[in-house]
DNA sequence: ATGAAAGCGCTAACAC
DNA sequence: GTGTTAGCGCTTTCAT
């Protein structure tokens, strides 16, 4: 572990960091003067508000906000928790929730948050907690929700202001934002339908709750179609980009007959996509393909995918807003986002 | 904007967090025996040690890092910042730099650091500081220089830890770490007059000290091959996804012959691929593309995308330890991360 | 309008 | 081994 000396520690000509009774002396004033000028309070003249608030800017000195907010007892900061799959020990590298950072980072930024991002191993969840627990951010957004839906009711038990992307489920203590999932995958296979697909295979891992919603919305309008579900035509596969391909494999594996496929996400479209071809598919010609979550690059993909588009600036605006809902001490209800299909070529 | 009472504000049931010196009490110790206790320290008997460690635990309670920090003058944040374009008001999207956040986000995770991720306006970079000046982070990793090579300096000068996401400059104070765009340039263009290309086009805006390298490591190229420098086969577009469209009709209205494009990023080249196309080009039969980054994606585009690799993980790694350098206040190199060809489809 | 002094939650001499 | 005390850099009564 490196050492990363304190910013006094004797390394030669490290100069001490200006604080406020620097300040404070070379204008002949007390820190409390500095304090309040600095805070702009109208409890100090004029004059020395201007001398002091000039003098700090030419000094480039800026308020220690450890300090000020051990004693203001304030946080203007925000912890964004990315699990990580410790057997596969995946790196971050879903460009969904790479996106979702970065909305988040926006809607933080306008709002004068700060975000303290950190990763966690998703099967020791409770340590996403930490950053709450020692004080350094006001509460938590985490992001993939997974199969740990009963960390995050403890989580939620234990009062740490947390909010989650991820479904909603029954008997959840703790706040989700997310898109609406079964309309998603109602509108995906509804589309597929309309295209006249008769067999449309669905690759993703039901049991994580949001990819087992949209299954859920693909067999909603199958029925409505009056058609029927094939369990055969399902095909569980994990969110790694392999996913696809395995999923590809084992359907013909499976010698299903099928002419249309929806992916739990746009990742595994694409790759199952590359794989069909492998296999001499043309597509959407011989199977139809549509994907979810509609990432910046599924406009530019080859056919441009099919996807249903989760709003993800809105996303984050929506995780942010319910946080501070709950760090102020109200209750947060959970939200749905609504999504929609984006009809480009790769089911037409 | 909101109003974020503190946690200790009178809203009904939020039971004050739990401290020291409730620990202390409870245990029948003073505070000192609970914090060397806590640090592990030797100082205490192993009984009351493990006593006062169980109670904490079982209690649930941390130590405050914001009033230990304070303490003790450390902190083990790091501040990453990755500035917007304020004219475009473009958000974080570049699926690079999202990468280049999550592994950094990895590489500080594995040293016990904490990343706050703040955005900029790419026109005020002094603003990046703010994280440090304000004491909440112990130095800045920049993610693009773009072409604010002299605020950077500035920054240096200030004596800022900081280390930049980019290019080596000549006169540079700040610390770089990069790929090598001149080799990734040179090697990109030798494959494409390996494949017997004749004219070979840049996209991309040269007055990014990055680009700007790629595209001298493309003359120089050209040159040691014995072929000329043609600069109405240079086209200079923004980084944005539309970039890619806009060359390409561009070039297409200067009525130049190309049978090569060599793009300033992965996301540009897609976007010309697709560009092509519409425009009855073959890729790579009729043109040749190579793009830059390797992106997660590259591989999953039709075709697969040839591409120059920026070893992303490394990368993150050697800002981090160049960063911990300057922190402590050694002096760090400017590195050069090498990069590699990866020949895919898209120019074979 | 300004200053003195207390204290935010913690650690580290220094006593005993 | 453990407690007492001072103080990290700031804000805020309470005096003046």
């Not at 070379?26 to 309040?36: C, H, Y």
């Not at 998603?184 to 697909?197: D, K, P, S, T, Y």
């Not at 891992?205 to 058609?227: F, H, S, T, W």
């Not at 984050?316 to 709950?326: C, D, H, K, N, Y």
């Amino acid at each position: 572990m490196p050492k990363t000396t304190p910013p006094d520690a004797d390394n030669s000509a490290q100069q001490r960091r200006l604080q406020m009774a620097d300040i404070a002396r070379l204008a002949g004033v007390s820190t409390s003067t500095v304090s309040r000028a600095l805070a702009g309070s109208k409890l100090v003249s004029e004059e020395t508000r201007v001398r002091i608030m000039e003098l700090a800017r030419s000094l480039k000195y800026t308020i220690n906000i450890g300090a000020q907010n051990l004693r203001m007892k304030q946080n203007r900061t925000v912890g964004v928790v990315i699990p990580y799959d410790s057997a596969t020990r995946q790196h971050l590298s879903d460009p969904f929730f790479l996106s979702m950072l970065g909305s988040l980072a926006d809607a933080l930024t306008e709002l004068g948050f700060d975000m303290l991002v950190s990763r966690v191993d998703a099967e020791e969840l409770d340590a996403a907690a930490a950053p709450f627990d020692t004080g350094r951010v006001i509460g938590i957004i985490l992001i993939g929700q997974w199969r740990h839906h009963e960390q995050l009711n403890q989580l939620a038990a234990r009062h740490v202001p947390i909010v989650v992307w991820g479904a909603q489920l029954p008997q959840q203590l703790y706040c989700t934002v997310g898109g609406d999932n079964v309309t998603g995958g109602e509108l995906a296979a509804a589309h597929l339908i309309a295209q006249g697909r008769k067999h449309i295979a669905f690759f993703g891992d039901i049991n994580l709750p949001e990819v087992g919603q949209r299954y859920e919305g693909q067999c909603r309008a199958l029925r409505k179609a009056g058609m029927k579900v094939d369990p055969a035509l399902q095909v569980s596969v994990s969110f790694l980009p392999e996913g696809g391909r395995e999923a590809v494999q084992e359907l013909l594996r499976r010698g299903v007959p099928f002419d249309a496929v929806f992916a739990g996400s746009d990742l595994m479209a694409m790759t199952s996509i590359n794989t069909l071809r492998q296999h001499g598919y043309e597509v959407p010609g011989q199977v139809a393909v549509v994907g979810y979550d509609d990432i910046e690059l599924a406009g530019y993909f080859h056919p441009p995918l099919t996807t249903v588009q989760q709003p993800i600036r809105e996303a984050g605006r929506a995780l942010v807003s319910q946080l501070l809902e709950l760090v102020d001490g109200r209750p947060a209800a959970s939200l749905q986002i609504p999504t929609q299909l984006i009809v480009r070529n790769s089911s037409v």
